[in-house]
């Protein structure tokens, strides 16, 4: 066992480009990129969901293709929200539109294919482009048609009315992210508090911004719940011991990869915090659909803090949504927007500034963000079609959410908190001492190891909990819960049997131990 893991791990701690082809670029004079030149805060980034262990994923896939033997038939990419890419089906209106948005000609002749509401909706936002043609440039923050249909579902969402001007539609969430995290971050003392475990956009976003993250734990023993008195010691510990400009506080609901929702006490709670400490708050939403549980509905920290009074008409609050996740799962088309909320106008001037080096979003993106914040409504041709495709979609996921939190915490050493929302489980797995001295000889996390493990035997990508963040002494991995429910089966069933075997392995390490060795003597 260890013979095969230190052969994989090899390939782990290996750049791209080997010693020897290193030593040739090095040596020419026109070699002017390479990691002793680059930005160093480049080099701090790391992002776990498209790691080494998916670039393993990924050869293993090319070898199965081209006739190789392998344990397994297949590789199943569990390491990302990425629905469609694991047989999620588009909703057929959305792709309607599109369609004739990028062929005008089915828009405007009737035809057995494109609906008479899906060519009206198409026609309607062909008339806010340039010359009737996606393929022109838009407004640096996105066709005013679709941030209206943004406002119009914010209204119905949270019941107060919003500007289109506070609306910037973004080539996904993540983008809007960036943007802001790098208008924060003015200088290197700079802390942003990050939620761990977190989405590594976050902490590899801070650390390429020159930024420092501020880590607050959320309780696993809790169902992942906020704890406050830690938010307040992770605040004070920051500006008070390392001298930190604490400057905003970011906030995932629901929870990746936990898979856990805020109640309205906990944003509550968060909003009075941002403005006692003068932070902006920095709300990632994007899973807002994707909430299984009876027991928890979602709310939008927009709606909590225009219900909380004049007295809090100061806190500044930027929030995200994306077409990527939901019963959507439009990844590839790259659509989303952010909303601000109680900005100062010249910070405004200085985010559409930043949004207009860019020129504008996608065209095809602002499109889908539009569908998604505007599908058909009861009465509309495309109606019935639609809430049968969605409704299948989401009581799919919804049972592969409880599936997967039963057979997780079905295996001894393993515990799995409830999927009660997003598209993720972040089960904690035990790992023996013994595995976790050969993984430190081998210089890579204990659950990097499993995970690269599982990958080789099964060929399922998962990624390990230490690309997330967790407390010291615990292990976990995040898979997501998107394979088809016929293929969750197999993928569960794969996941628990090799840990069962992982967990019982007994290793040989054949080394001469001293005090420092690190392994159990």
């Not at 405007?108 to 909706?121: C, L, M, S, V, W």
């Not at 399922?460 to 292990?475: H, R």
């Not at 794969?494 to 080394?511: A, C, M, P």
Request: charged content about 20%; hydrophobic content about 35%.
């Amino acid at each position: 066992f260890l013979q095969s893991v230190r052969n994989q791990s090899k390939k782990l701690l290996l750049t791209t480009t080997s010693c020897c082809e290193e030593n040739i670029f090095m040596n020419k004079r026109f070699a002017q990129l390479s990691r002793a030149n680059i930005n160093p805060h480049v080099i701090r980034a790391e992002y776990a969901v498209r790691g080494p262990i998916v670039s393993r994923a990924n050869e293993l896939k090319q070898e199965l293709d081209k006739g190789d033997t392998k344990p397994f038939s297949k590789v199943v990419f569990c390491n990302i929200g990425n629905p469609q890419s694991l047989g999620q089906q588009p909703i057929s209106f959305f792709r309607q539109v599109l369609a004739a948005t990028a062929y005008p000609l089915l828009a405007q002749r009737e035809n057995n294919f494109i609906p008479t509401d899906a060519r009206e909706r198409a026609m309607r936002y062909l008339k806010s482009t340039a010359a009737m043609s996606i393929g022109a440039y838009t407004h640096s923050q996105g066709l005013e048609v679709v941030r209206e249909e943004v406002t119009d579902f914010l209204f119905r969402r949270d019941g107060f009315r919003v500007s289109p001007s506070n609306i910037f539609l973004t080539d996904g969430a993540s983008p809007g992210i960036q943007l802001l995290l790098n208008l924060l971050i003015s200088h290197p003392k700079v802390g942003i508090m990050i939620p761990i475990p977190q989405y590594p956009l976050y902490s590899a976003s801070i650390a390429v911004s020159g930024g420092n993250q501020i880590p607050y734990y959320l309780k696993e023993e809790n169902n992942w719940a906020l704890d406050m008195n830690d938010v307040e010691n992770q605040f004070s510990t920051a500006q008070n011991d390392n001298g930190l400009e604490v400057r905003a506080i970011c906030v995932i609901n629901p929870g990746n990869p936990t898979g856990s929702c805020l109640s309205a006490k906990n944003i509550e709670d968060i909003i009075k915090f941002a403005k006692a400490r003068d932070l902006v708050i920095l709300a990632d939403e994007v899973y807002q659909q994707n909430i299984y549980s009876p027991n928890h509905k979602f709310e939008s920290f927009k709606q909590v803090l225009s219900k909380m009074g004049e007295n809090y008409k100061d806190v500044q609050l930027v929030s995200f949504h994306s077409t990527s996740k939901g019963i959507v799962g439009e990844c590839g088309y790259r659509g989303g927007y952010f909303e601000l909320t109680n900005i100062h106008p010249e910070a405004h001037e200085e985010i559409y500034k930043l949004s207009s080096i860019c020129l504008c979003p996608n065209t095809n993106g602002q499109i889908m963000t539009g569908l998604m914040v505007n599908p058909p409504k009861k009465g509309d041709i495309s109606f019935p079609l639609y809430e049968e495709e969605s409704q299948k979609q989401f009581e799919s996921l919804k049972r592969r959410a409880l599936k997967t939190t039963q057979a997780f915490n079905s295996v001894e050493g393993m515990k799995c908190q409830s999927v009660d929302g997003a598209m993720y489980a972040f089960p904690q797995i035990e790992i023996p001492s013994a595995i976790v001295a050969a993984s430190k000889m081998l210089r890579i996390e204990p659950d990097q190891l499993f995970a690269l493990e599982l990958l080789n035997q099964t060929g399922i990508c998962v990624v390990p909990g230490s690309g997330f963040g967790q407390k010291d002494g615990t292990y976990h991995f995040r898979t997501t819960i998107l394979p088809p429910e016929d293929d969750m089966d197999y993928v569960l069933d794969k996941i628990t049997q090799f840990y069962t075997k992982f967990r019982n392995i007994k290793v040989q390490t054949n080394h001469t131990h001293s005090p420092s060795c690190g392994c159990p003597h």
